[in-house]
């Protein structure tokens, strides 16, 4: 059914509600527990930080944040949509564009599938447009319950079309970052969205249009080398994993082991990377301050 | 670090110096017998010639890797050394270092004043340490972005000679900013109004060699490559496997032949037969002249349509069914 839905669709834009999208994936209004959590299905969740146990009701009045520890729970793309965007209409972009495989790389279009499988996603961001606090906006979401968030040709090409739109109708862009990084799969080709998708804000700001960067768990890698760190304001939810190269890797260089905070939200605030964190609670209310002291950051007339 | 591995031996070239042993062997016994081989001895040069011909005629990813990586291959310096003229070292980022990793300064090309800019790795294992075998640290990006600012005001070309594993994977990098100072690198480039030729001379290693890619004309050496992450990093990420790195070079395919045909870069550069190492003269003499051309043509262009053909340039990379 989900296939018919999205292959009926020719024009580039879809217009959709946040309700709709919701239903359409098979998700009710009810959030679905974490996956990995032992408890009576659906019933409560368990903060990966603290242990506390919590019921899926309450955390969806928290917008998915612990009661008692504030640990922010991952949020696919379309739960963030909901959470951010006024009620009502979503008109999402490029629903239908799909991933291919130029290198003719190794099991990578059998991962695709299991990847589309398991999320009921297409690909690793969602990009559209709607309304935060009345103002228009150009909003772009990655998903890192699909294929890691990594970054390929699609990815790429939607965040750099999206920002395309936003200059066109002179509206600001708001991205939620979320990404394991440059997609493995795609090679050379992954490595380049981040060129095309830097060039496409370079434009945006010519214009004067406003871009707001969203750091969410995890943003890593070739995200973190372009357009995470590229806002006109960085912004980031609390304990949010934030780097360029991995844990691993810097602890494999420089043989020592690395302290707890290092790559997250408020070690990047310390070190001047990021304008703010933002609890997930307060995110609407920012954004709509944001978008209010920017004359709702259309640039331009 | 994989990048300490470097080896100056190639595993591919065995057979021909094996072969190239026999024969100074037989020329020496030749000489001290008072016995002529010239026949043999010419028939196993021709025999040593079409042995070259067809180990590096068809090359391996991975065998081209090992030559991008040789520790003779001309560095950034000896290129510029090579091909400028009144060429002057500019130093630091004004905000907080210079990096050795990454070195930039302006000269004359063929009778243009153009800024210079490129990773710069060590050619002895002390020069090596202080340069972190060209991977920069952020402050090697910022050096690299005042360069081209000042380039752009004072209306020079700017030259990017790319040859990194990648950018410093140290914790210093994450304190500064190492993905900002990358990004901030792509978002200035690709808005820079002057000509911006690029040369991936060696390892073009993930965003700390794209740092320095986002150009109006991109060019490879013959042996150099362009990926992702390097064919070890790959291989131990996805297949849980450094070893495989020889297979992932493959499956990314990412020497030069192979970006070109993926329409990643303008053009490839040849090589002396065997690799740059063999003959760095000729193969400078060979980058100046792309180069140098390059730089006639993109000068005849207005500054806003070379900007905005950049930005066509890599809005068209990239692979996607419908939309």
Redesign the interface.
Known sequence: MLKDIFHKKKQ?YATLTSQDVAERLGRTRQPQAMPDVAVPEGLMSKCKRCGEMTFTKELEKTLKTCPRCNYHYPLDARERIELTLDEGRFFEY?A?????D??N??DYLTKIEREQAKTGSKEAVITGEGTIGGYPVVIGVMDSTYFMGSM???V???I??AIENAIAKKYPVILFTASGG???????????????T??????L??QGGLYIAINTYPTT??V???????GDLNLAEPGAL?????RR??E???RQK?PDD??TAE??LK???LDMVVDRKEMRETLTTLLDLHGGGGGGE | ?EVAAVANDLMHEKPILELQKKIDELRKFSKESGLDFSEEIAKLEGKAKMLADSIYGELSNWQRTQIARHAGRPTTLDYIKGMCSDFLELHGDRQFADDLALVGGIGKLDGINVTLIGHQKGSDTKENIARRWGMPLPEGYRKALRLMKQAEKFKRPVVCFIDTAG?????E????????A???N???M??LKTPIVCVVTGEGG??GA??L??GDRIYMLENAV????SPE??AA??WKDASQAPRMAE????AAPN?YE?G?VDGVINEPLGGAHKDPAATIASVKGQIVSALRELMEIPLDVLVEQ??QK??N???????
């Open positions: 580039r490029d239908d564009m799909t991933t291919v130029p290198l790389f190794p390929g040709s699609v790429g090409e939607k750099t079309r440059a997609r493995m799969q795609e090679g050379i080709f992954s490595l380049m969205q981040m060129a095309k830097s060039a496409a804000l370079a434009k700001s010519a890698g070739g973190t080398a372009s357009f995470s760190m590229l934030i780097g360029f190269a991995g890797i810097i494999q260089t420089i690395l290092f790559q070690f990047l070190h001047g990377m | 670090m950018a410093y994977p140290g914790i990098s994450e304190e500064r900013g190492m993905g900002e990358i990004a901030r792509l978002i200035e690709a808005a993930s965003g794209l740092a890619g986002v362009y990926g992702v992450i990093g790959g990420l996805l499956a990314f395919k990412m970006v993926f990643i950049r930005y890599f809005n990379m990239g692979h996607y069914a419908n939309g």
